[in-house]
């Protein structure tokens, strides 16, 4: 007798978080950081204090402890997709994309993931050739809603699913990296932000339309007021705000700003995996 195996969608949270995390640890605990500083260091790297010292010596350990470790928020809600994956995997059903056994969905799992894990690497370090990497999580997180909307938006419209799937593994890396080498040329990370959240919601409302069902569009507002609010605080929070003091145990950029992000993630997970689609038009 043999047991169940393990679900991919499951593999696949594991498999990135021992890399992810793996990585993250090797430089801070093993090797140190590199030493050059981070342009953040010009207005202060999102209030939480530091000690320029430690980034230029290159010392182990992270520089912005809270800001740094509010980000494993993001193994909780990554697990929790995975999981929701594997359940709706079971059914027999037609699914959508996102709850099919395409890998186009087991590839959000990373990117919820990624999102907060991503973000460790710049307050962790504050050091410029690594802190690319929290652009690149937030890059994976907002350049995917473009292209999984537009794979929703292509769904019965003559292209086939083998069609969609190109479009989108081949237009999604190669937008992220994109965006990320942009990013890291010193185009400020805002811009870039509001541009593929921009594409995203002309991309919603006016080619593949809200998901017409009431929960799924509870699920889509709570998303988008999370990440307004975060945005909020995210402002307030700024270096010489009103909310920042860069000594307090309480740094809303991490506790609020980085948790309602991932709260908008999750959110947009239950809002897609609602959508009714006919025999042979999902993932499948």
Known sequence: MTGRAIPRS????????????GAFFFF?????????????????????HFEIADVLGGATGVRQPVNTWSN???????????????????????????SSADPI??????VVLFLG????????????????????????????????TLNRGLVGSGVSAAAR???????????????AAVSAAGVDAVILIGITVI????????????????????YWGI????IAVATLFWTLSQTGGPLCDPHSWFQPHGLLWHVLAGVTAVMMYLYWRREKVGPGEGGR
């Open 199 to 218: 594409l995203y919601l002309l991309l919603e409302f006016g080619f593949a339309g809200l998901i017409a069902d009431r929960l799924a569009r509870r």
């Open 105 to 110: 969905a087991d590839l959000y799992v990373f």
């Open 28 to 48: 801070a605990y093993g090797i140190g950081w590199p030493t050059t500083p981070d342009q953040c260091v010009a207005h202060g790297c999102y209030c939480e």
């Open 165 to 179: 799937r190109r479009i989108f593994w081949i237009g999604y890396p190669l937008t992220s990296a994109a965006f």
């Open 223 to 226: 998303g988008i007021a999370a």
């Open 10 to 21: 499951l593999l696949v949270w594991g498999a990135s978080l021992i890399i992810v995390m």
């Open 72 to 98: 494993l928020y993001a193994i909780g809600t990554s697990l929790f997709v995975a999981w929701k994956m594997a359940r709706d995997r079971r059914k027999t059903a037609a699914a959508n994309v996102i």
């Open 117 to 148: 894990l991503g973000s460790m690497w710049m307050h962790g370090s504050i050091a410029r050739d690594v802190s690319w990497i929290d652009g690149l999580s937030m890059y994976t997180f907002t350049v995917y809603l473009v292209f999984y």
